[in-house]
């Protein structure tokens, strides 16, 4: 699978962005899901967001719940994340990703993504 990234760039404390990630290739969508991951200079990749292709369930972590929102286009083969209120600890790089089969265990773990987009970078400005 093969993903493209667009969205991101400089936004004000409190703002908003939009990130898109746009998938081709062979995209399972009976067990797989789509996620977004950031990293700040020094740091582990971290969990962000996911989604699953069939059920739309979806995962976020504390940090970022109820300022985040995840959402899939299934004929557009495309994830988007909607990000409001944001922080300047929100300020990374960040990264989707697409796993074939994944667990509600296993979602939130980025060793096992197998396909990882070319990362934007969000900076937030206080």
């Known amino acids: 699978v093969q993903l493209v990234q667009s969205g991101g760039g400089l936004v004000q404390y409190g703002g908003s962005l939009t990130l898109s990630c746009a998938a081709s290739g062979r995209i399972s969508y009976s067990n797989a899901a789509m996620a977004w991951f950031r990293q700040a200079p020094g740091q582990e990749r971290t969990f962000v967001a996911a989604?699953?292709?069939?059920?739309?369930?979806?995962y976020y972590a504390d940090s970022v719940k109820g300022r985040f929102t995840i959402s899939k286009d299934n004929t557009e083969a495309t994830v988007y994340l909607q990000m409001n209120s944001l922080k300047p600890e929100d300020t990374s790089v960040y990264y989707c990703?697409?796993?074939?089969?994944?667990?509600?265990?296993?979602?939130?773990?980025?060793?096992?993504?197998?396909?990882w987009g070319q990362g934007t970078q969000v900076t937030v400005s206080s």
């Open positions: 989604i699953t292709w069939r059920a739309g369930s979806t």
């Open positions: 990703a697409s796993i074939a089969a994944t667990t509600s265990q296993t979602i939130r773990d980025p060793r096992t993504y197998s396909d």
